[in-house]
């Protein structure tokens, strides 16, 4: 098939596996957005919908909905690289085809139960069947199963076919950073009485994963982008991405302890946590200067400008929504005035969105390269608009959601925690206070720019290149 047309054709087996994940990506990663505003919207009307759509499962959808599709995109990056990195043809393609379509069946009927049985008997049966009521990874105990058996599926592939093919520095580190993702999430798997255990454990997925074994895994990711669009030195990218896992491996660990100050643990997590998870934003700092180093050296000149625009936006957005945002309220003299309000809020948007939603969105560019039969994606591409727009929508509306839910946030902190002793009536004095409540409408304004300028992404994902014969531009191999 000819450039510029949407072909399998132009894909290994690996990357034809890779469109179908990126695609139910794009699908969740709307609904996310979809059912974030209807949950933003329940803050300025609490009758909105209430008791068709009730704010929790809203809620509980839109995150869920964000995990979910981030994995996606993961195993889909995966996917993509594992042939070219390893030398060699997909091993079990069969089977992780078969992983596949299980894994999203299994979604797919999580998310109907969710919307259709929304409350009920806090029994083992609903558990098993409806919802385990873990934040973040509320999938019913039979889907967590389910879940576990096609990463089985998905590490046998990926581990396989380097073993079959070649290792490299980045390879190795990925495979065994697989084992540490889904070994975690066992601990959140089991069901615990005492809720300062459940916790306890719910935290070694959540702050593992995310502070952790997701930032090495993006970590991988991105050095193998940087070679692949700049043509940066694998040699130089590799000893950076072991200084970076070294750090955040190093800081991560430990910084877990910034969750385990208020749920009943020991003292000693407020110094440990403290001290450790402060640390967390230096390997934070040397990603970003890893990329704009790799960039300058290339002089931007590079194979798919979307793409490389949206790894440099992932080093910024992991910098500051993680390491500013995540260390500003780390603390324990301060998390205590901030703990749980919208501070929180704030940074797990701009985090989740700054280092995770980006890359995610730069591989979706790498994708549809590739799949248009490797066509030109530099410099000069017709309709460049969409794709510059679409980032700028989408940051923007991102930084605006976080600087209003930060406002919110702030004035939380004050009258209810600092003035009002953290009392109940407090906690709803906090809530009516002009400031609080103009966050809210911010928040939901910024949303709809948000929304807007994913819009724009999808039509772009789905037409950039498209009639485009010139053939991708080549970056020029590492002078050094
Ligand atoms: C990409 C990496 C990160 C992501 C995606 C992320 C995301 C989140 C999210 C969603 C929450 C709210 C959890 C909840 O529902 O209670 C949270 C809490 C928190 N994060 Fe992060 N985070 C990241 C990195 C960091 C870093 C590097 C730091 C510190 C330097 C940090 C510090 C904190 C703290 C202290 C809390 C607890 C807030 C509270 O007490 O309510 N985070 N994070
Ligand atoms: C249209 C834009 C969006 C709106 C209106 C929106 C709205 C909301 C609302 C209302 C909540 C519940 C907050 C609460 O329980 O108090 C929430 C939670 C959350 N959203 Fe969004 N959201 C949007 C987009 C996103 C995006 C793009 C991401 C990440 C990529 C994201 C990540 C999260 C996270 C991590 C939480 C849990 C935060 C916590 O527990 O502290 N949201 N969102
Ligand atoms: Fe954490």
Not at 103 to 113: R, Y
Not at 121 to 144: C, H, K, Q, V
Not at 216 to 230: P, R
Request: aromatic share 16%; hydrophobic share 55%; with cysteine.
């Amino acid at each position: 098939m000819s450039i510029g047309t949407l072909s399998f054709s132009h894909l290994t087996t690996g990357q034809q596996l890779a469109i179908k994940y990126y695609s139910v990506a794009v699908i969740l990663f709307a609904a996310q957005v979809l059912f974030g505003l209807l949950a933003g919207l329940q803050y300025l009307r609490p009758d909105f919908l209430y008791e068709v759509l009730d704010f929790s499962v809203n809620r509980m959808v839109h995150v869920n909905a964000m995990v979910v599709w981030m994995l996606y995109g993961f195993m889909g990056a995966i996917f993509w690289l594992v042939e070219e990195e390893a030398g060699v043809e997909l091993v079990g393609a069969k089977l992780a085809n078969l992983g596949f379509w299980v894994l999203t069946a299994a979604v797919t009927v999580v998310v109907l139960v969710y919307l259709f049985v929304q409350i009920g008997p806090g029994t083992m049966e609903s558990l098993w069947f409806i919802n385990e009521g873990r934040e973040y990874i509320e999938a019913p105990r039979w889907a967590d199963i389910g879940i576990v058996i096609c990463l089985l599926i998905f590490f046998y592939n990926i581990s396989a076919t380097f073993m079959k093919g070649k290792w490299s520095g980045i390879s190795g580190v990925l495979v065994l950073d697989l084992v540490a993702v889904a070994g975690l999430y066992l601990a959140g798997m089991f069901y615990i009485t005492n809720t300062s255990v459940e916790q306890y454990w719910w935290w070694w997925v959540i702050h593992m994963w995310v502070e952790a074994t997701w930032e090495v895994l993006v970590g991988c990711i991105m050095a193998w982008g940087l070679i692949k669009t700049l043509g940066a030195s694998r040699k130089i990218v590799t000893t950076w991405l072991y200084i970076e896992v070294a750090l955040m491996l190093g800081s991560g660990i430990l910084g877990l302890g910034h969750h385990y100050f208020w749920i009943g643990t020991p003292e000693y997590w407020f110094t440990v946590g403290g001290f450790f998870s402060a640390l967390e934003p230096v390997p934070l700092v040397a990603m970003v200067v890893h990329a704009v180093y790799d960039s300058g050296v290339h002089r931007f000149k590079n194979s798919n400008h979307p793409a490389l625009a949206w790894f440099i936006a992932h080093a910024f957005g992991n910098f500051f929504g993680a390491g500013v945002f995540g260390f500003m309220h780390t603390l324990p003299q301060i998390n205590l005035y901030t703990h749980g309000s919208q501070w929180s809020s704030s940074h797990g948007h701009l985090a989740f969105f700054g280092a995770y939603a980006t890359i995610n969105i730069a591989m979706f560019y790498m994708g549809i390269q590739k799949w248009r039969g490797d066509v030109y994606m530099s410099a000069n591409i017709a309709h460049s608009w969409r794709w510059k727009w679409a980032l700028s929508l989408l940051c923007l509306g991102m930084t605006g959601m976080t600087i209003a839910l930060l406002i919110s946030g702030y004035e939380q902190s004050f009258i209810e925690r600092a003035l009002g002793g953290a009392t109940w009536a407090a906690y709803f004095e906090a809530q009516q206070t002009a400031w609080y409540v103009q966050g809210m409408v911010w928040r939901q304004i910024w949303g709809y720019v948000f929304a807007s300028g994913l819009v724009l992404l999808i039509w772009d994902l789905l037409t950039i290149g498209k009639g485009d014969t010139r053939p991708m531009l080549l970056p020029e191999p590492a002078e050094h």
